[in-house]
């Protein structure tokens, strides 16, 4: 058996830029903000074969807030709905096309 088919994790491309941003959801609270964040990276790494560390954290910040996924991805539904999240990015929204 080859060294690739013992070893079938792969490295996500973003893991490097994901890995700072994690680190800061498992040091602080659940604001709106990072709840989006976190529903953002669990959708991002899931099923992904690889990064099992931040998969784990990930999970980890869930418990640690008190939250199911199915709960995660409620709260962030509903806050995009509502609209806002991600406003203070720099990214101006056109409010009106007239």
């Known amino acids: 058996m080859s060294e690739l088919q013992v070893n079938k994790d792969q490295?996500?491309?973003?893991?490097?830029?994901d890995?700072?941003?994690i680190n800061i959801l498992l040091a602080q609270e659940a604001t709106d903000y990072n709840l989006a964040e976190l529903a953002r990276l669990?959708?991002?790494y899931q099923g992904f074969p690889g990064a099992?560390?931040?998969q784990k954290d990930l999970d980890q910040?869930?418990?640690?807030?008190?939250l199911t996924e199915a709960e995660l991805f409620e709260k962030t539904r509903q806050m995009h709905y509502i609209g806002g999240i991600y406003q203070s990015r720099g990214k101006k929204?056109?409010?009106d096309w007239n």
Do not use: A, T
């Not at 490295?11 to 830029?17: A, D, E, G, I, V």
């Not at 910040?61 to 008190?66: A, K, N, S, T």
């Open 52 to 54: 099992r560390d931040i």
């Open 11 to 17: 490295q996500h491309p973003l893991y490097n830029r």
């Open 42 to 44: 669990k959708i991002r």
């Open 61 to 66: 910040v869930l418990q640690r807030w008190g």
């Open 93 to 95: 929204e056109e409010q």
């Open 19 to 21: 890995r700072p941003s």
